[in-house]
């Protein structure tokens, strides 16, 4: 079934949704965050953060603290 979600970008429908993993930061305040929703259109090839996965993701961030899962880095899980 075809995607009904338009792209921000080039305005054609059928964006897909991607779950990614992405670390952020850098030395010991590296942090890893697992499952970030990604819009990717395959009409014109873009793929970009929604401002609300944005939002939680820095949400994320900032409370990394009391919600990480230790690795060789702290995995948090989006979800």
């Known amino acids: ?13 059928g ?3 991607k779950h990614i993993t992405r670390s952020f ?10 499952g970030i ?10 793929s970009y953060f929604t401002a609300d996965t944005l939002q939680e993701i820095e949400r994320l961030r900032m409370h990394r603290a009391g919600l990480t ?10 979800a």
């Open 25 to 34: 930061g850098k030395g010991d305040q590296v942090v890893v965050i697992d």
């Open 37 to 46: 929703p990604l819009q990717v259109c395959p009409h014109c090839g873009e």
């Open 1 to 13: 079934m075809k995607s009904k979600i338009t792209c921000d970008c080039c305005g054609e429908t």
């Open 15 to 17: 964006v897909m949704l």
């Open 69 to 78: 899962a230790r690795s060789m880095a702290p995995v948090l899980s989006y």
